[in-house]
């Protein structure tokens, strides 16, 4: 077995991406290196200061005459007359929502009727809070509403940089061929500037992994594998980042501002042109500690992206507008970190299994910047099994409730700028909305459908001019992208929160019940097919897996972890009880080993419950209603079908998710359920404006 952190000496030289005219100064040399371990490991900081800068000062006639790299890529979306358009609408919903609600207070609501009073104050409240996220979202995007194929900054250094570039790949039980990429399109990054090494963080201790990165021969990939001990908290992902930085990178010496900290996750292909658009962010300003890229992912097309992995709206319409305000969230990869100022937070944080998040509010509370930079530089694989969606989702959630249960969070939150406070708060109140606001938005219809009990008093001439301009205007605030997108990117991104409602609710429950005491919240990796060799459902399997399977803790047998995580003696030996203790660690980490399944039958329960149920209230209620309304006139016919055409408009996130579970999976399939949904969405919304219109010119009697 290889010792840990052990570096293979056959070097390969990884190809540029850019062709430089002075090819010996277009990336670190052999004797650069040399003199840099040399410098490391003096112990006078004035002599190794001193050497440094007579190194600069010898490269830096030869910084003039090297040409700028140019990396020719798509024109950038920023600005324009769309962008002007956008923040017209912002104003324009700043003026309607006080005047809005004002209406609805005063003269929608019957006062004099106390089961009605209740009903309608409950509804006018949940809308209040919805309103507020989004006046909230305004106010974000406001500055830069959106961005793509962003440039990255000028820089004209007067000295030549030397970054040393540290990239991270952490993995636990991922497919080898996915991880093995990764590192090897992560060694192809290359920057005149930078001298990158690239540290596969094995936290699952694969020895089929280690023994290919040995023969791989590559002195800058490093095989790290870190050691579990019983009773040692393992913390997931951030501590396997941990361990890598302060136990191998940084031992024996202190993290520079020239240190630079990149992390990919296992499935994340770098593109090579990543650092020329990072490490510009760093050069230009010293306080800029964190650079993060957005997620782009080949397996999923933006047409028929029915969960919303790509989730344009945020990579580059929120993310854009956090960046202005110098509070962009880290999303735990594709992103580049100065090691000093990770170190003066204390590393990653442990205290939250949303570790990208955490960290990101700790570098802006202590006075770093936190950039952003919208280019899609990095491609991976997102997941297409439902239960790892919702896993993934609902992972997302219980770590953002988990990081504003802890009194610590505020402690950090308090030092920040109204503004940013504002940017940070604004990640949980995604959440609190869609889990405050669907349910009653979801219950309205349903109660006028059948009680005659309504969320208003009487439908005026006012308050349908007021809500028409009060809902356009919080469609495209939420919603609106420049014409290079696809039309569904907005309609996805606000409308797949629905889909994952049950999904919120469990993950706050978990973050809950975690601050409670009552049970620990653990790191879940989120599974990928790799090379798609996965068994059926059901395929037997083999006796050694089947014996794995029944293994406690890890998969593996006692001696095996004792051997692998150092735990036998000189005699060859090994304490039983130190061995089980960390088996049911290893376990917990792992999460419960379940058989292949059809998610199908498993986790959409929750949406054939509130499709079927729709679907009933859309046609059994829109039939007896209809038929029931057909003595008072066609005004009437119509607005009692307001309220099921809005229960269709309910239905529709969850019949894109049953399509997606049910119909083939490819594609065109999904692009086509996409374009349906959205049809019968816009379809629906504009029987509602008919509908209101149409009671507005027939008269204005009071709901029956």
Known sequence: MLRNGTRHQKGVRAKPIAQVEDD???????????????????????????????????????????????????????????????????????????????????????????????????????????????????????????????????????????????????????????????????????????????????????????????????????????????????????????????????????????????????????????????????????????????????????????????????????????DSWRATVCCGTNFAVRAASLAAVGWFPTESITEDFLLSLKLTASGWHCRYHGH??????????????FKQRSRWCTGCFQVFFQVETFMWVRQLPAIQMLCYFNSIMGYLSTIICFPVFLVIPIVSVYTKTHPIKELTTVLVILWIGYFGCLIIVVEMMPRNFSRFSGFLGSKVNYIMWWCFIKGMWKAVRGRLGFKKIVFKVTEKKGDGKSKAPGEPKKDGEKEKLNEKGSGLTDAEVAIMYGLVDENGEYDEDDVQALQEQLAEAAGVAEDSRDSTRHDMIFHWVVFVSGFIVAVAGGVSKTLDTLQWGWDNTVL????????????????????????????????????????????????????MLTKIAYGNPKFM
């Not at 004035?46 to 140019?70: L, M």
């Not at 000295?159 to 991270?168: A, D, G, M, T």
């Not at 990054?189 to 791989?216: F, I, P, Q, S």
């Not at 999904?670 to 919304?685: D, K, N, P, Q, R």
């Open 24 to 322: 010996d100064d277009d990336d670190y040399t052999e004797e650069e290196e040399e003199e840099e371990e040399e410098e490391e490991g003096e112990d006078d900081d004035d002599d190794e200061s001193e050497e440094e800068e007579e190194e600069s000062e010898e490269d830096e006639s030869d910084e003039e005459e090297r040409p700028d790299i140019v990396v020719h890529e798509g024109d950038p979306i920023e600005g324009g007359i769309t962008m002007w358009f956008y923040r017209g609408m912002v104003v324009l919903f700043f003026m309607l929502v006080p005047s809005y609600f004002w209406y609805r207070w005063l003269y929608t609501i019957e006062w004099d009727v106390p089961y009605r009073m209740y009903y309608q104050t409950t509804i006018c409240v949940a809308e209040m809070f919805g309103s507020i996220c989004v006046m909230m979202l305004a106010v974000i995007r406001f500055p830069n509403p959106w961005a793509y194929n962003q440039r990255p900054p000028a820089v004209n250094p007067r000295v030549k940089p030397r970054y040393n570039v540290h990239v991270l790949v952490p993995c636990y039980n991922e497919p080898s061929d996915i991880v093995l990429s990764t590192c090897e399109a992560a060694l192809q990054l290359h920057h005149e500037w930078a001298k990158v090494t690239v540290y596969l963080c094995d936290d699952g201790r694969n020895l089929e992994r280690e023994k290919t990165v040995m023969m791989m021969g590559n002195p800058r990939l490093v095989y790290l594998a870190r050691p579990k001990y019983p009773g040692v908290p393992i913390h997931g992902k951030a501590g396997n980042l941990n361990y890598t930085l302060k136990f191998f990178i940084f031992a024996k010496k202190v993290p520079k501002d020239t240190d630079v900290v990149i992390v990919f996750d296992a499935d994340m292909k770098a593109h090579p042109n990543f650092l020329h658009h990072v490490l510009p962010y760093l050069e230009e300003d010293d306080r800029t500690a964190l650079v993060q890229t957005p997620q782009h992912f080949f397996n999923v097309d933006h047409t028929g992206d029915v969960f919303n992995h790509q989730n344009c709206t945020f990579f580059f319409g929120v993310q854009t507008g956090l």
């Open 376 to 389: 899609v530089l990095t491609t991976g694989e997102a997941p297409e099994d439902l239960r790892q969606i």
């Open 640 to 691: 009692a079908n307001i309220s099921v055409a809005w229960v269709i408009i309910n239905m529709v996130p969850f019949g894109m998710a049953l399509g997606y579970a049910y119909l083939p999976h490819s594609k065109n399939v999904h692009g086509l359920l996409v374009s349906l949904s959205w049809t019968f969405y816009a379809m629906c919304v504009l029987f509602c404006l008919a509908a």
